[in-house]
């Protein structure tokens, strides 16, 4: 299919015998948002790390744009425009949040590690960093040290480290976990306004963020793909129900 951007075929990952991901068959379309959604222990931090190559697959390929990326490293995909974020915010709390942009749009240009060069030289990129923070929101946060900053503020600035690598499809691992609801409404508000244009994949807990804007959902259970569709029909499967969001289900 054409509009399939990201793609899964057979991906397996086996530790000493235990099958953490077994044989999952995914498709991702060109602009949509799908979620990965499942239970702890689902497999889906461990399927993300493969698509990344993060870790190598046991068995199975994945298709970007209809090629595999199986024989890349990691850097490779993010340059190709595959680029993931972390459930862990990845920032650096002492560099200001201007400054955390800034060596983010540096990787393209190959000149992270050149320590040697003045701070001045990097003067060139504070414009695109600022327009980057006015898309998430922290504009007026760019001279404040990051570890200042809330926690939800925090996952903002990763959201805006994340466009700076100008991603064709994002790969966004948990992009709410631990945000109090004011939080997490903001940071859902960022996701849909980056995804314009772009292709989102992500693994979510949050039924509610997941349900309001995700266009495709895939559950996991054991590894394996339990049920897929849109929200609606994800949530009446009875499987889905009992492996996953139980009592929950009802309040969403």
Known sequence: MSNVV????????????????????????????????????????????????????????????????????PNQIACQGLVRSFQISAVFGHMSVLENVRVALQRPLGTSFHFWKPASSLDRLNQRAMQLLEEVDLQGFATRKTVELPYGRKRALELATTLALDPQVMLLDEPTQGMGHEDVERVVELIRKAAVGRTVLMVEHNLQVVSSLCDRITVLARGKV????????????????????????AHV
């Open 6 to 73: 990201l793609e899964t075929r057979g991906l397996t990952k086996e530790f000493n015998g235990f099958t953490a991901v077994d044989s999952v068959d995914l498709q991702v379309q060109q602009g949509h948002i799908h979620a990965l959604i499942g239970p702890n222990g689902a497999g889906k931090s461990t399927f993300f790390n493969l698509l990344t190559r993060f870790l190598p697959a046991t068995r199975g390929e994945v298709l970007y744009r209809g090629k595999a990326i199986g024989t890349l490293a």
């Open 226 to 249: 339990l049920a897929e569709g849109d929200y609606p029909a994800v949530s009446a499967n009875p499987q889905v129900r009992e492996a996953y969001m139980g009592k929950e289900a």
